[in-house]
């Protein structure tokens, strides 16, 4: 019965292009936040950007899940290395669907990273799959409740 009201609701959102809708600057400004926290290793700005219960699957061994466990990933990562996510930006995202109160986001990434040993680094690519969701608590109204990555390229 209650699977059966959540397809119902689902199905009664109104879905757009993200092209046409409304959101999408919010959306962009909120990944652009995102992409600048993580250039300046900012754990704090980019945990707010993340819903609390938010879910990561950022390649094999790599799944997590909740806030807390996003900052302490992202300090082990900072710990090391320097990323910087370049500046293509919402050029390389290949859909948007908006959906109500839900973003569905396919975009592709190249990822540079930089050992803070002085080691050579390199640029990480693929393509990831990211679900927002309306947040009051986020600065441009959206947060990250799920990401998928799919590395190569």
Not at 11 to 29: K, L, N, Y
Not at 92 to 106: F, H, M, N, P, Q
Request: charged residues 20%.
């Amino acid at each position: 019965m209650i699977s059966a009201l959540l397809w119902m609701a689902a199905a009664s959102q109104s879905c757009v292009p993200g092209a046409q809708s409304p959101e999408r600057a919010r959306i962009d400004a909120t990944n652009a936040a995102v992409r600048e926290a993580f250039a300046k290793g900012d754990i704090e700005t980019i945990a707010l950007y993340h819903h609390e219960d938010v879910t990561k699957a950022l390649g094999p061994g790599q799944y997590y899940q909740g806030r807390a466990a996003l900052k302490r990933q992202l300090t082990d990562v900072f710990a090391g290395v320097s990323l910087d996510f370049g500046d293509k930006g919402e050029a390389l995202r290949e859909s948007l669907t908006v959906c109500g109160d839900t973003a569905i986001s396919i975009t592709g990434f190249e990822i540079a990273w930089t050992p803070k040993d002085g080691s050579p680094g390199g640029v990480t690519r693929g393509r990831s799959m990211i679900v927002q969701v309306r947040s009051d608590e986020a600065p441009h109204g959206w947060v990250t409740l799920t990401e998928m990555i799919q590395p190569g390229g």
